[in-house]
C-alpha cells in the first residue's frame, strides 16, 4: 500500500497570508504513460463532505479560488494558499490514486492565528 | 446537477449486517467509477471500495474485503454496499463518491453506521 503523509498535523495562519501543507508518498504516484501525477488535494470543512479542489497534482478544479495551487511530482508534493481567507478554515487532505487500494493522509487542520 | 444520495445507515450490534445504497443521478455513467469512502467520528478519510461503471472491475481495502461487497444497479442508477460481520471499527459516517476515473469529483452528505452493543 502506498502510505501517504502530510505535514504539519496542524497550522494556524494570519489572515492574508500564505498557507503551506505538505504531502510525501510512500512510493512515487507519477505513471509513467502519461507524465501525470495520481494526487489530489480535499477540502473538509466542519459537518459537510470533503471537497475536491486539485487533482493530477496542480490542476485547480473549476470554481477553487485562484489562491489554492498545488505542485510537486514523484513523492513530495505541496498544497499552497497564497493568500489565507477565513472561509479556508478547514481540514485539508492528500490522496493518492495511483493504485489500489487509494489512501489518504491524516490530514491537515489549518486555523486563522 | 449531479447528486449522491446516500441512505440505509442505522445501529447494528457486531456481527450484524446492514445494506447501505446510494442514489445517483444527473450523470451518466460512461467511463465513471463509483466509490465508498468512509470517516470515523473525529478521523480522517479512508477508501472502503470502488466499482467500475460496467461493473467489470471492483477493488477493497483489505480491511474490509470478504465481509462488504459494493455492486451497482443499472437500471436504477443506485450504488449498493452490503455490509456483513460488522465490527465496532466500522463505526463512521459513510460517503458515496462519483470518480471521474478515481478522481473524487462529486460526493455525498454520507450516512452514519454505528456498530455498538
Known amino acids: 500500500d502506498i502510505v501517504m503523509s502530510q505535514s504539519p498535523d496542524s497550522l494556524a495562519v494570519s489572515l492574508g497570508e500564505r498557507a503551506t501543507i505538505n504531502c510525501r508518498s510512500s512510493?512515487?504516484?507519477?505513471?509513467?504513460?502519461?507524465?501525470?501525477?495520481?494526487l489530489s488535494w480535499f477540502q473538509q470543512k466542519p459537518g459537510q463532505p470533503p471537497k475536491l479542489l486539485i487533482s493530477?497534482?496542480?490542476t485547480r478544479e473549476s470554481g477553487v479560488p485562484d489562491r489554492f495551487s498545488g505542485s510537486g511530482s514523484g513523492t513530495d508534493f505541496t498544497l499552497t494558499i497564497s493568500s489565507l481567507q477565513a472561509e479556508d478554515v478547514a481540514v485539508y487532505y492528500c490522496?493518492?490514486?495511483?493504485?489500489?487500494?487509494?489512501?489518504f493522509g491524516q490530514g491537515t487542520r489549518l486555523e486563522i492565528k | 446537477e449531479v447528486q449522491l444520495v446516500e441512505s440505509g445507515g442505522d445501529l447494528v450490534q457486531p456481527g450484524g449486517s446492514l445494506r447501505l445504497s446510494c442514489a445517483a443521478s444527473?450523470?451518466?455513467?460512461?467511463?465513471?467509477?463509483l466509490h465508498w469512502v468512509r470517516q470515523a467520528p473525529g478521523k480522517g478519510l479512508e477508501w472502503v471500495a470502488n466499482?467500475?461503471?460496467?461493473?467489470?472491475?471492483?477493488y477493497y481495502v483489505d480491511s474490509v474485503r470478504g465481509r462488504f461487497t459494493i455492486s451497482r444497479d443499472s437500471s436504477k442508477d443506485l450504488l449498493s454496499l452490503q455490509m456483513n460481520s460488522l465490527r465496532v471499527e466500522d463505526t463512521a459516517v459513510y460517503y458515496c463518491?462519483?470518480?471521474?476515473?478515481?478522481?473524487?469529483?462529486?460526493w455525498g452528505q454520507g450516512i452514519r453506521v454505528t456498530v455498538s452493543s
Open positions: 512510493r512515487s504516484v507519477l505513471a509513467s504513460s502519461n507524465n501525470k501525477n495520481f
Open positions: 466499482i467500475k461503471f460496467d461493473g467489470s472491475e471492483k
Open positions: 493530477r497534482a496542480s
Open positions: 444527473g450523470f451518466t455513467y460512461s467511463n465513471l467509477w
Open positions: 490522496q493518492q490514486y495511483y493504485g489500489a487500494p487509494i489512501t
Open positions: 463518491v462519483r470518480g471521474s476515473g478515481w478522481i473524487f469529483d462529486h
